[in-house]
């Protein structure tokens, strides 16, 4: 099956029959509160299970002390992956979080800018800074400001760039994969269409138009 560069944002629950039929075309699902509050750890971890992905990516969003994220993560080993927020800073933070997902062989995704308007990007510098001495595996960066997506790309030239706000926050299908992004996560679009399958199927074949394009 031709995989589409979506990192599906499963922030509800879908029908599992129509799950099974389209996982086979993300390269990976990224779960949220909403859905683990509404379905619990055993909950969740029974959706996942006979869905074939790459990587199953938990997005809370962290920014806690080390010994609390440390804590939450432990308790979510069905995750491969990890967003957190930069701005909470390394040490006694994501620096002792990021020896632990190292050691456990996880993967730390760090937030670079969020896609809603209110996010004040004046504080990328510093959040620049931050990325940079921990080197995580990837970065989250908004396919709704193209301009700030272009600057994370060109700051981090060797990172994996996922980037949601597609489809129900305004942007594109395909933009961001031009605009520096490998992935583009997508929620609502997918999940609240009439025919999710054929969403799908539609939003593969538009990002492939675009990536030929640009
Ligand atoms: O439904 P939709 O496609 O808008 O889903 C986007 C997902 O990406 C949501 O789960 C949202 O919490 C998340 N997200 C975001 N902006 C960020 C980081 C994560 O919209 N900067």
Redesign the pocket.
Known sequence: MLKGRIIF?M?EEIPQHVLLKISGYFHGI?I?YPLLLRKGIEGVKEILRKLEVDEIIM?LKLADIDNTMINIVKQLDFANSFIAHSFIGIDGALGELKNFLDNEGKKLYL?A????KGWNDEFYPYIKTVIKSLNPYGI?A?ATKPNVLRIVRDDFPNKIIIS??????GGKIGDALCNGADYE?????IYTSSDPENKVKEIIKIQEEKINEC
């Open positions: 944002s922030d990224k949220g997005d937030l800018s969020m896609s809603h989250v908004p949601p706000g597609v489809g129900a926050q996560i997508i929620g609502r679009t």
